[in-house]
């Protein structure tokens, strides 16, 4: 079943077109990752799916409904940036409130969903901190938990472990791959880490200039590559 639906989806900035007519069907409970160089349209594509970002053409259905015109907040989706946007005058508790309290959610069921997303994340010992007494790791679950507390049918991440150092970003890969595993959440994820695509994606998208130059299958990347591009970039180690 298709969650996310991108139809002919372009993106211009004046006469600059970042996005050229992008089709792709998301499926529900899919891990989607998207690879490309920089600047070739990963975020822009991600901000159009959260509502970050207007559509200049095209069609977005997210589960069964044309999104285009609504706001982020209207979409069902929760996104985790990479460099975390926590809000440095509250709590972890309250970052991870404040969404769901501008909702009207009930104290009984906000204060149920934080420890629950504490809980799976190991941030419940945190809870009181605010984020400039955190480590980056730490950070980054509080990110991650934000989103969670939402329960959106859809995360969109991009480039969620790019600030880390290498040991935290192996951790933080397992624990995203424990947490799809878990969820079973649509997830698109966003990343120019070549291990990270190759053992979280169920498939893979290769954008090249703002168009998709294969979408497939890790492993169906990796050995039949379909251009030199995809070859390079699915092969070649970061
Ligand atoms: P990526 O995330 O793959 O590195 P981006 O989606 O950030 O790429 O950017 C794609 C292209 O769009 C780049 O050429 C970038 O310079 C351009 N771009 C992004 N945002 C804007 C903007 N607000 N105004 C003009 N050009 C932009
Ligand atoms: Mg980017």
């Known amino acids: 079943m ?19 007519e992008v089709d792709i069907d998301i499926r529900s409970g899919e891990f989607l990752v998207l690879v490309g160089p920089s600047g070739c349209g990963k975020s822009t594509l991600l901000r159009m799916i959260a509502g970050l970002e207007e559509i200049s053409g095209g069609v977005l259905d997210i589960g069964g409904k044309v999104v285009n015109a609504l706001p982020p907040s209207d979409r069902d989706i929760a996104m985790v940036f ?8 509250m709590s972890v508790r309250e970052n991870m409130a404040f969404g769901l ?36 790791g730490q950070r980054q679950r509080v990110a991650m938990g934000r989103a969670i507390v939402r329960e959106p ?4 991440f991009d480039e969620p472990l790019s600030n880390l150092d290498a040991a935290l970003r192996v951790e ?14 649509t997830t698109v994820y966003v990343t120019h880490d070549q291990v990270e695509a190759m053992t979280l994606a169920d498939r ?5 200039a703002g168009r998709i130059e294969q979408i497939g299958p890790p492993l169906e990347l990796y050995h039949r590559p379909e251009s030199l591009f995809v070859a390079r970039f699915i092969g070649s180690p970061t």
Do not use: C, W
């Open 172 to 185: 933080m890969r397992l624990e995203i791959a424990k947490l799809h595993n878990r969820m079973k959440a």
């Open 82 to 89: 990479q460099d975390y946007a926590l809000y440095p005058h």
């Open 101 to 136: 309290k501008m909702r009207g959610t009930s104290e009984d069921a906000i204060n149920k969903r934080v420890s629950g997303a504490a809980d799976i994340l190991k941030i419940a010992n945190f809870l009181d901190r605010r984020p400039a007494q955190l480590s980056g």
């Open 204 to 208: 893979i998208v290769v954008l090249n």
């Open 153 to 156: 049918s859809a995360f969109l």
């Open 2 to 20: 298709t969650a996310i639906a991108l139809r002919k989806i372009r993106k211009t900035y004046g006469s600059l077109d970042v996005i050229h």
